[in-house]
């Protein structure tokens, strides 16, 4: 009898644990939020897919979304799926940015960060397959404080170097310690962000690229020095630089 009993109380247990489960399973799953639906040709046979964008939130309340999805619904009756970081305000362009023809997948995540950085994602569904393309990374620039209250950037994809004169700032900069009579303390370097813009933006004629916005600032982010475009365009398999440009925050700069 005690062994039955044992046992009752055990499936019990167990059914309880699995229907507790389930529930939280469901709960779970019912968080997710839709944040787009859209109707676009992206496989390239002449039909409208559905294209669903949701998030999952941190926790109740919160905009910040710990998973994103992307799920398209083939007019052959395919289901594809993307994955992204976590982040905030996800959002799609569909744009032909590799020249195929057929109009690419292009979405943008905030990060949230103090510098306002964007993380960016490209993938082609061509014949219901998904395929990455990447992104052009960010422009790699090498930068430093010098003596006289100045910075300089140089751009390492092109070799243009840039100088700015920050005298403007100096009794900011003394006050932190950065300077001490307009001595630098010690070899400093500028703050680059990665981009805080990449968009699809018109080349000539019907073809696209890619423009990029990348901020440098001094000695914390709110000291804004200049923003850099970058503008790429998809040629061979890969990005290929255009041209780039520097607009001062502070009318003093000088290229070199």
């Known amino acids: 009898m005690k062994k039955e009993m044992v ?3 055990a499936a019990f247990f167990f059914l309880s644990m699995s229907a507790l489960t ?4 469901d709960e779970n799953d019912n968080k997710w939020q839709t944040i787009s639906k859209e109707k676009v040709d992206i ?17 109740e309340g919160t905009e910040f979304l710990k998973e994103i999805e992307m799920e398209i619904k083939t007019t052959n009756k395919k289901s594809l799926t993307i994955n992204f970081d976590g982040g905030f305000n996800p959002r799609a362009d569909y744009i032909d940015l590799n ?3 057929l109009k690419d997948i292009f979405v943008a995540v ?4 103090s510098g306002g950085i964007t993380k960016h994602y490209l993938y082609t569904a061509k014949n219901s397959t998904l395929t990455y393309l990447s992104v052009p990374d960010p ?11 100045k910075a ?15 005298s403007n700032r100096a009794k900011d900069y003394e006050k932190t310690g950065l300077y001490q009579n307009g001595k630098l303390s010690e070899p400093t370097e500028l703050m680059v962000d990665p981009y805080s813009l990449l968009k699809p933006v018109q080349i000539s004629g019907k073809q696209y690229g890619l423009k990029g916005t990348q901020a440098v600032s001094g000695a914390y982010h709110a000291d804004g020095i200049a923003i850099i475009e970058s503008l790429w365009i998809y040629e061979n398999g890969k990005w290929t630089l255009k041209n780039t440009r520097v607009m001062e925050t502070n009318p003093s700069m000088k290229k070199r």
């Open 43 to 59: 496989t390239g046979d002449g039909k409208k897919d559905l294209i669903i964008i949701k998030g999952l939130p941190y926790e």
């Open 139 to 149: 422009l790699v620039i090498n930068s430093q404080f010098l003596d006289g209250y």
């Open 152 to 166: 300089s950037i140089t751009i390492q994809e092109t070799g243009e170097s840039y100088t700015f004169n920050l």
């Open 22 to 25: 389930g529930v939280y399973a």
């Open 99 to 101: 020249h195929d023809g």
């Open 110 to 113: 905030d990060t949230g960060g």
């Open 7 to 9: 046992f009752a109380l």
